[in-house]
């Protein structure tokens, strides 16, 4: 209520704004970022500080205090990588192997998760816990039993005895069925009435949807496929048949002075997995959350 200058009084008036210095500022920007920002800049110090390593000399590599930035580019680590050892044979090792555990992950998983997910026949709930069952035993109370299996087959000291082991793994039916769990049962009897069989519904009707649940399964198979170190060392003898981890682990050893060449190497290692996750990191997020609506 305010009073006006001939004595009457005027009611329902608007107060007076604040003033400018009393308003509350508002950010740019979400205020976690103040705490997001320093975190993500420090996981991100040791991969800046790779990537400048890998362009530097080895006299200043070599040199106390080192040096934090690069005199000037040096790519000889990386001609020495490419040119002069057997990088490039591990590097494709790598690549056919992961893109085979990758391949067979998608199919394999997505048929047994749409079966758990779908289908119901006697012991499935049985067949299910055991499967899941098995993601609680170490791997190092089963490399023995592998290994052994691998020898029986001939597969010892080759590209199979690294792909045989991986073509399809429990955590890969577990996520896709549960993604599926979460797609509503209207749209598959749909196409059911209209005569598909389940494996037309399936390739037409349900792999569509499940694109984020697929990528994320690419994406986790190819991380662990591609940076798997252990089972390769007890698998692979000759290093025509190594990885790109087993044998960067060995370029280590034998050429432990050329700093360049060694981080040139791990440069070239982490780059694939890197770029795997920025393109797949949206589907991730959205098949994590997509795939706990149901139990």
Partial sequence: MTVTTTGRTRVGSRPAALPAARRRPRLPFSPWHLLLVPLAALFAVPLVWLLLSSVMSNAEINRFPPALWPSRIDLGGYRYVLGNAMFPRWLLNSLIVSAVAVTSNLVFGTLGGYAFARMRFAGSRVLLVLMLATMAVPFQLTMIPTFLVMKKLGLIDTLGALIVPALVTPFAVFLLRQFFLSLPRELEEAAWIDGCSRLRVLYAIVLPLARP??????????????NDLTWPL??????????????????????????????????????????????????????????????
Wanted: proline share 1%.
């Fill in 213 to 226: 649940a697929l990528a994320t399964v690419a994406v986790l198979t190819f991380l662990t496929t591609w």
């Fill in 234 to 295: 007890i698998a692979i003898n000759h290093d025509t048949q190594y990885t790109l981890q087993l044998g960067l682990t060995t370029f280590q050893g034998q050429h432990h002075t050329r700093w360049s060449a060694v981080m040139a190497g791990n440069v070239i290692t982490v780059l694939p997995v890197l770029l795997a996750f920025l393109f797949a990191q949206k589907a991730f997020i959205r098949s994590v959350t997509s795939s706990g609506l149901k139990g």
